[in-house]
């Protein structure tokens, strides 16, 4: 199994602001994914992020809104950039346990609350 | 959307009593997942059930899968205060890595 921990496990930010979210995996992985869960809601996925690459966003998600990095195999950060309200949410990365399209680990998550 | 859905979307029981939770789903799928989530927390994987799988068990969790309705239940039988939590289905996207995830089910059992 892997260990994945998120960095800070929650925040309060005012409007216009800049936050950016660590997520570190104990092994190394191929595939990191980030999803937005806003409140009362299911997950959404936000972007796939390989190592190396470009990260694949998903529909109504932007690489200027949300940037993510993924300097090497067990990390990656995403940022919530110029923040309004809307992006409340919890905000959680998740790592493939083997083949492609199974289980998934979560992180424990990062609410943050914009206000 | 390929988002599936869920129903109910929120159930309370008593301890003891079994909790069934149904998920739809639209596409064409090589396997369904369950997951569990407490309180806003992270993600807990609970089952996989394969596409040429109709019941799976692991502990007191019961799956089927009936891929000709494209639907799948989560039977949590027994239940325990410590169930309580919000209940996802997520399947593959096709061909991709991806999950889609259901809309959920709160789950509350009252000691």
């Known amino acids: 199994s892997a260990v994945i921990s998120q960095k800070p496990s929650r925040d309060i930010c005012q409007r216009g602001t800049s936050l950016t979210i660590q997520c570190q995996v104990d092994s190394q992985v191929t595939m990191m994914f980030w999803y937005r869960q806003q409140p009362g809601q299911s997950l959404t996925l936000i972007a796939t992020a390989n190592q190396g690459s470009e990260a694949t966003y998903e529909s109504g998600f932007v690489i200027d809104k949300f940037p993510i990095s993924r300097p090497n195999l067990t990390f990656s950060t995403l940022t919530v950039s110029n923040m309004s309200p809307e992006d409340s949410s919890i905000y959680l990365c998740?790592?493939?346990?083997?083949?492609?399209?199974?289980?998934?680990?979560f992180g424990p998550g990062t609410r943050l609350t914009v206000t | 959307s390929q988002q599936g859905e869920e129903d109910p979307q929120a159930l309370s029981i008593q301890e003891g009593e079994n909790a069934t939770m149904n998920c739809s789903y639209k596409t064409s799928i090589n396997n369904l997942q369950w997951y569990r989530q407490n309180s806003g927390r992270g993600l807990v994987h609970l089952i996989l059930i394969r596409s040429n799988e109709r019941e799976k068990h692991s502990g007191r969790l019961r799956v089927t899968l009936d891929t000709s309705k494209k639907s799948s239940s989560l039977l949590i039988t027994a239940s325990r205060a410590a169930d309580t939590a919000s209940y996802f289905c997520?399947?593959?996207?096709?061909?991709?890595?991806?999950?889609?995830f259901g809309t959920g089910t709160r789950l509350q059992v009252f000691p």
């Open positions: 997520a399947t593959p996207g096709w061909n991709t890595d991806k999950l889609i």
């Open positions: 998740s790592v493939e346990r083997g083949l492609a399209g199974g289980e998934q680990y």
